[in-house]
């Protein structure tokens, strides 16, 4: 992820840029935004904004939900500002602006950043579910119920009324609370259905729309995460086996991966590793659990995706599961308080597992993931309750708001075809997908400007995007040295 590393050199204009913001009904104080892992930060003007728990009883229990804005770069803004929705469901908006504010640079030079972090996320009356979250959890039907009925006995509110229908109306009393004509609205993952549902309840105040990494309302979120992630995992081994140096390295990916499943599946191996965040030396029982996290997980990037093949390889022929361990204390640790599952459960149980149907078991059989994360969400919203949603939350969206819509052609989670339905049903659209590319491509290639001039604009006219046909996959990592270049492949081939 990019860093915002402009701040220092900056302060006078955030400063200066302060005094113009517009007239606010709230109060707001500089503050400082941190990243997911604490490393990241952003200058803000930050508050709370106080809303009734439940939206049909305005007089009865409030909360506050965690509110801040970037003031924009100019002395004069512009009168609408961007806002940025986050995903999971369960992720924090104001931690994934503080990760990538760079790549927003361009659209804060002339508009505020509206940041709230919708209700059970962040700080906004976090819904945490600790030993749900829990990677080692045992996945049996008992002990996942006993872990879901223990989580709401301990919940800070009632999880009825952390759903999309109800979050949209934050977001809107927020822009109301802060005087903005309109917002311009973009939206990752999950993200892109609080997107798209503020669009579709408030249109005339939506002036543009990004949906990044698409989840489309009409499809749950749940019962085809597994069946995605093969399809990026099987992907992957193909384009290996396409490339005469990687096929050469790596013969037999799935034969490999089937071996190393199954040891694991047997018994953990115990691993002493350097930790690669505090550098540490940390004994890890790796199991099939961190195995399956971090196959998943490194899908999300090209960056990290390439190195799927050697890790796999290490740990099945030469019994090295340092590079096994290593990914899978990283992943842990930005993922650890990354996602409020309390909140997560609201949205899905209401929104999603009502939908699901019966789950395809044999289908699911034959990924990597297995049925049981599917089933784990079918036990979890036997005893979750559901909220309120509105009829049409998952009718394809049909506004005319100019809308960009990005994929990923190797998103393990929202594939380029979510993308496609999204698109056909807006009647002003357009479709990038970025070669190569993993879940959530704004930051990526030439997207940060493309976006910025749409925003700028206001519409979809005359936007080159010839730019996106230059992204593509990056080279596999052949050895722990990392990967080889075709010249490098050359020289070798030439030496004596």
Known sequence: MTRDRTLAACACLLIASAIAAPVSALELERCTLSGGMGIASVEARCGWLSRPENPDDPDGAAIDLRIAVVPALSPNPKPDALTVINGGPGGSSVNMYADMAATFSSIRRERDILILDQRGTGESNPLDCERLEDANLDQSEASVREATLACLKDLPGDPRFYTTSVAVQDL???????????????????????AQHYARRFPTVVRTLIIDGVAPPEVPLGPNAALNAQRTLS?????????????????????????????????????????????IQTPLDVTRTHLLITLRMLSYAPETARLIPLIIDEAAASGNFVPLASNALRIEKELTGAIRFGMHNSVICTEDAPFFGELDTAALEATYIGPAQAQSLVTICESWPEGPMD??????????????????????????????????????????????????????GCFPRLAAEFVDAGSLAGLEVDCVERLTHPSFFLNLMGPVSPVEADASEAAP
Do not use: K, W
Not at 175 to 193: C, K, P
Not at 245 to 256: H, K, S, V
Not at 262 to 267: P, Q, S, V
Not at 413 to 436: F, K, N, R, V
């Open 391 to 444: 009829e049409d939350l998952r009718s394809p969206l049909t506004v005319d708001v100019p809308t960009l819509v990005l994929s990923g052609e190797e998103d393990p989670i929202t594939p380029p075809e979510y993308g496609d339905m999204a698109d056909e049903a807006l009647p002003d659209s357009l479709h990038l997908i970025g070669a190569g590319q993993g879940h959530g491509v704004i930051g990526r």
């Open 235 to 279: 992907r992957l081994f193909d384009r290996c086996q396409s490339d005469a140096a990687c096929a050469e390295r790596f013969p037999d990916l799935q034969a490999q991966l089937d071996e190393l499943d199954a040891r694991l599946g047997d018994a953990a191996v115990p691993v002493t590793v350097a930790h690669p965040v505090t550098g």
């Open 172 to 194: 809107e009393a927020a822009r109301q609370a802060l005087g903005y004509e309109a917002l311009n609205v973009y939206g990752v993952s999950y993200g892109t259905r609080v």
